[in-house]
C-alpha cells in the first residue's frame, strides 16, 4: 500500500515560517520524482516546486527564493521550508511522487498552510 503522510502545517504570521515533511512508503522512492503542490480555496491546484531523482530543482516564481525543496533518500522523506509566508501562501499543501520508471502517480492527504495576522 503506497502512502504518503504530509506533516508541518500550521497556522502561522505573516513573514513567519513553516517546514512541510513528507514521508513515503510502499514505493522505491529514489526513482519518483517529488513534488509539493498547492490549493487555494476557488483556486486549481497549482505546482510549488518538484525535486528529481538527481535532486534537480523547479520551483514556482511566486515562491522561488523563499521555499526550498530537498529530499532525504534514506528517509524516503522530501521536505519544503517555508520562509517570509504571506497570506498569498495560505492553501492546502499536497506532497506528490511521479515515478520516472512508470506511469505511477500518488498524492498525500494534504496539510492546511494558513498565514493570518
Known amino acids: 500500500q503506497v502512502r504518503l503522510v504530509e506533516s508541518g502545517g500550521g497556522l502561522v504570521q505573516p513573514g513567519g515560517s513553516l517546514r512541510l515533511s513528507c514521508v513515503a512508503s510502499?514505493?522505491?522512492?529514489?526513482?519518483?520524482?517529488m513534488g509539493w503542490y498547492r490549493q487555494a480555496p476557488g483556486k486549481k491546484r497549482e505546482l510549488v516546486a518538484v525535486?528529481?531523482?538527481?535532486?534537480?530543482?523547479n520551483y514556482a516564481d511566486s515562491v522561488k527564493g523563499r521555499f526550498t525543496i530537498s529530499r532525504d533518500n534514506a528517509k524516503n522523506a522530501v521536505y519544503l521550508p517555508m520562509n517570509s509566508l504571506s497570506p498569498e501562501d495560505t492553501a492546502v499543501y499536497y506532497c506528490n511522487a511521479a515515478s520516472t520508471v512508470g506511469s505511477s502517480v500518488y498524492w498525500g492527504q494534504g496539510t492546511q498552510v494558513t498565514v493570518s495576522s
Open positions: 510502499g514505493i522505491i522512492f529514489n526513482v519518483y520524482t
Open positions: 525535486i528529481g531523482v538527481g535532486s534537480t530543482t
